[in-house]
């Protein structure tokens, strides 16, 4: 049976399915090992927006278009801006004193002023849940950006679907609304595989999940009457299968999305009947009153908790403090900026609210904009304004044979003729005589050993040098999900086989352990394209397309008595930019440097039991035949220039053991 909707709206126990979204977020963000999809949290919310928006939507009169469009974007900057402008321009400035390259942290910032941060992030190829990624206070706001460009299209469709004589007699909203939606969830689907960060960022992929708490809000203004025993075993089974999905690990994503968005749907719906259990359990004072300060929460939890990071760190003995700093800042907020801006005010009042809102973006804009030349932010910095100088690579760095603007191909560059520059990227020995080339290979890790193949060409060999950012050498079988890449793989492959003779060595360089590890690891590339020609997110499988392409060319390369040197996977520190120690960072994370240590050598370990039978292919391990490197993260900052990346000292410590392979072959 259907009633229609009462005149008192506000539902209670939405405030405590957004206090309990709240609560996940923050812990997940505090340690995502306890919870590691805390994050779905925000799922949780876009629901909740949907259905809150149309219902308010829906609950008063409007005189036409005009007037019904005119509100509901004065409403929306007042509840969203005050806030966020304040945020922006607080934590801009904070950033600046402990981050001394805070330029994408400000541009993430800049952005979000103007409803734009997750397009930004996006951009930027920043992968939410790298540890890099967690040193930006404003990555958070991507999800503002989601709901703010969702405003810009919801509104027009809802007038659409809703005749303005008789606005509550709806024209088919079932039917457009669920359309949409699917479609939505389909390409959310589909896309996820082939580009991971398109479908976290942006608006069109997360659509469904804002217009399915729409959906919701046709079941509530019919309230239908959910009773039984169905309806009794919901108020134990919904919120335990909610809780329990936030356990699931990351790699989960597509399931554990829809199952939030579908149990917070019937969470919704099935929290009509005031007196159940799920009722009192999501009504109780506690979780409302998170849910009321849940926005604040929410903007404020992350920046305190990044630039913790930055600085002090997150330990047992600092949670207390930084929970106690974000619940204050949190509360101030809601008390003295949200609360006053979200009041219920008539039209002039909220014409004088908009535009001291509007007043202030421009002022927070232009203030933020300021802190991101390098001049001022330099200045602003608190920590040690010098960069970290190693004689060594001050002496090699003006020594290179080859440019790595010509030989390396940086993200962004075109291709042109690809011909043109292999032949612009060999380096014959003075006097023209040799007896062997040398080709470096692979993607930026190879670009980084330009600095150092000038000790090869001095001991009287030719060399090639062909490196392309995120084109992990060889060819896989079905390719690699870069046109780009797939092209450069393709054409580089036939010209080095071509080019190279019996007694010829080809040396492969990539970033493997970025290819070829699961989803739960840090800075993940999946590039490989499956049988079906799709991304191929599957370690094990990764694995084996790799391994097979490595098979397939070292065969072809034998053939003409080529030798192959394949550097294995080198050590990483994620958190490089938090690497040095400060007055206010005075503890470094040295467990990190351990645990990816270990990854790199699990991955060495499956390389050399994978290729032990292949002839004419020598495998370096960094990890045993570099034994300068790197105890601690001290020693690792002298031979990598950032978080994967060798130095110039580093490229001259792995060419030195190349060099070592070679004379082994003489």
């Given amino acids: 049976m259907s009633k229609q909707i009462n005149q008192n709206l506000y539902r209670s126990e939405i405030d405590g399915i957004r206090g309990f979204a709240v609560l996940a977020v923050i812990f997940n963000h505090f340690n995502k090992d306890f919870l590691p999809s805390g994050f779905l949290g925000v799922d949780i919310f876009f629901v909740i927006s949907g259905f809150v928006i149309a219902l308010s939507l829906s609950s008063k009169p409007y005189k036409n ?21 304040i945020f922006v321009f607080i934590t801009g400035l904070l950033i600046t004193f402990f981050d001394k390259t805070p330029i994408t942290s400000l541009r993430t910032g800049i952005a979000s002023l103007i409803g734009l941060g997750n397009i930004y992030l996006f951009k930027a190829s920043t992968n939410y ?7 930006n206070p404003f990555l958070h706001t991507w999800s503002l950006g989601v709901e703010e460009q969702f405003y810009f299209i919801f509104p027009f469709l809802f007038w659409l679907i809703v005749s303005p004589k008789k606005r509550f007699k709806i024209i088919s909203p079932k039917f457009l609304i669920t359309f949409l939606t699917l479609i939505s969830f389909f390409i959310f689907v589909i896309t996820y595989f082939n580009n991971p960060n398109a479908v976290y960022y942006l608006m069109p992929f997360r659509f469904w999940e804002i217009a399915s708490g729409c959906l919701i809000f046709i079941f509530y203004k019919h309230k239908y009457n959910f009773s039984g025993p169905i309806f009794r075993f919901s108020n134990y089974l919904i919120p335990t299968f909610l809780l329990l999905i936030l356990f699931l690990p990351e790699n989960k994503f597509i399931f554990s999305s829809f199952a939030a968005v579908f149990l917070t749907s019937l969470l919704i719906i099935f929290l009509n009947k005031k007196n159940s259990l799920l009722f009192k359990l999501f009504n109780n004072k506690i979780l409302r009153y998170l849910g009321k300060i849940s926005y604040s929460l929410y903007i404020w939890h992350w920046p305190i908790i990044s630039i913790s990071k930055l600085t002090i760190g997150i330990t047992w003995w600092t949670v207390p403090l930084q929970i106690g700093v974000i619940f204050l800042l949190s509360i101030c907020n809601y008390n003295y900026i949200e609360n006053r801006f979200r009041v219920k005010a008539n039209s002039y009042q909220l014409k004088k609210l908009s535009l001291i809102t509007l007043i202030a973006l421009l002022g927070g804009f232009l203030s933020t904009l300021t802190l991101s030349f390098e001049k001022i932010h330099t200045r602003l910095y608190q ?42 990227c060999k380096k014959t020995p003075q006097y023209g005589k040799y007896e062997k080339t040398i080709a470096f290979i692979g993607d930026s890790h190879a670009g980084a050993l330009i600095s150092s193949e000038k000790k090869i060409y001095d001991l009287n060999y030719r060399v090639i040098h062909f490196s392309a950012t995120g084109c992990p050498f060889p060819r896989t079988t079905y390719g690699n999900s870069s046109i780009k890449c797939d092209f450069f793989l393709k054409n580089t492959e036939k010209l080095i086989l071509e080019e190279l003779k019996f007694g010829d060595f080809i040396v492969i360089n990539n970033y493997q352990l970025s290819y070829l590890s699961d989803l739960n690891s840090n ?8 049988k079906n020609s799709l991304v191929e997110t599957s370690m094990l499988k990764k694995r084996e397309l790799y391994a ?37 960072r005075p503890y470094i994370n040295e467990k990190l440097l351990e645990d990816e240590k270990k990854l790199g050598q699990e991955l060495n370990l499956f390389f050399k039991n994978s290729f032990k039978q292949i002839n004419n292919l020598n495998f370096v ?7 300068a490197c790197c105890k601690n993260v001290e020693e690792y900052r002298k031979y990598f220039q950032d978080q994967d ?21 003489n």
């Fill in 645 to 665: 990346h060798y130095s110039i000292r580093g490229a001259h410590e792995l060419m030195n053991i190349i060099v070592q392979k070679l004379k082994s072959k």
């Fill in 129 to 135: 849940f790298s540890e890099s990624a967690n040193l």
């Fill in 523 to 530: 800075d993940i590339s999946n590039v490989f394209l499956s």
């Fill in 548 to 584: 097979n392409a490595i098979k397939r060319f070292s065969k072809e390369a034998s053939k003409k008595g080529i030798e192959v040197i394949l550097i294995g996977a080198t050590p990483r520190y994620p958190a490089y930019e938090i690497s040095e120690k400060e007055w206010f």
């Fill in 65 to 85: 278009f005009k007037d019904f469009i005119y509100h509901f974007y004065l409403k929306r900057i007042c509840r969203i801006l005050p806030t966020l402008i």
């Fill in 621 to 627: 391990d960094p990890f045993l035949e570099m034994q």
């Fill in 383 to 424: 920590g040690n304004k010098e960069d970290f100088v190693d004689s060594f690579n001050e002496e090699y760095k003006i020594q290179k044979i080859l440019s790595h603007t010509k030989c390396h191909i940086s993200k962004g560059q075109k291709l042109n003729n690809i011909e043109n520059l292999f032949n612009n």
